[in-house]
């Protein structure tokens, strides 16, 4: 089975510094790869989706993902947070099969202080 | 995307009662799951269910626990039965589109909190 790795459970920043999320998965094959965001007391939102082609996407809100496939990773930046950037990340891996091929990572608690 | 609407979105509930958690697609979806999210974790896949086609339990979940209907391709309901506080959580219904690649949209979560 496949794993999805998040490196850090609680990241703390200040507005306008740069964030990087680390997200590594196990699966050797063709995947999709996955953000979603859930921000206090709300429901998991798609942030953004790599599927093929320019391996660095960009989604809602200024964020961006670079997929490196030679190190099976998938992290999530933004070159300045605002505080409304205070949430929960998920970084998810669909490896095919249905549901039960989408793997989440333990998510990653991003706190923004003013 | 797709507009997922669930009910109830909160609810507080007696050890031992059993709440149906329904879950409303504004589009004809094949594809529906049902994930649990535990405070303070990430998300784990409870079912699929598919429109005619009996759910598909994920290992550690049961149909006598998790009783899921699909009664239609838009529609879908989760019944917790026999709650313990160990069912407190965040209950997600998603759906799969196809012409989104797979992606998997999900719903606000119906929160259980178990007393």
């Known amino acids: 089975a496949q794993s999805v790795s998040q490196h850090n459970h609680h990241v703390i920043l200040s507005e306008a510094a740069s964030l990087e999320l680390g997200c590594n998965y196990s699966y050797g094959g063709t995947v999709n790869l996955f953000w979603y965001v859930q921000y206090p007391g709300q429901h998991l939102q798609l942030l953004l989706k790599?599927?093929?082609?320019?391996?660095l996407v960009k989604g809602i809100k200024g964020f961006e993902a670079e997929f490196i496939k030679s190190k099976f990773s998938f992290n999530l930046r933004k070159p300045s947070v605002q505080w409304s950037d205070t949430a929960e990340y998920f970084c998810?891996?669909?490896?095919?099969?249905?549901?039960?091929?989408?793997?989440f990572g333990k998510g990653t608690h991003l706190i923004i202080q003013p | 995307s797709a507009v997922i609407s669930q009910k109830p979105s909160r609810d507080i509930c007696q050890r031992g009662t059993s709440l149906t958690i329904q879950c409303q697609v504004d589009s004809q979806v094949t594809m529906m799951f049902w994930y649990r999210q535990q405070p303070g974790q990430s998300l784990t896949l409870i079912a699929t269910?598919?429109?005619?086609?009996?759910?598909?339990?994920e290992s550690g979940f049961v149909i006598d626990k998790f009783p899921i209907s699909r009664p239609n391709l838009t529609f879908s309901t989760l019944t917790v039965s026999n709650m313990s506080p160990e069912d407190s959580s965040i209950y997600l219904c998603?759906?799969?589109?196809?012409?989104?690649?797979?992606?998997?949209?999900f719903g606000e979560g119906s929160w259980l909190t178990v007393v």
């Open positions: 269910a598919n429109q005619g086609s009996e759910a598909t339990y």
């Open positions: 998810a891996v669909y490896s095919g099969g249905g549901a039960d091929g989408l793997t």
């Open positions: 998603s759906i799969s589109l196809r012409n989104s690649g797979n992606t998997i949209y």
């Open positions: 790599y599927f093929s082609g320019d391996p």
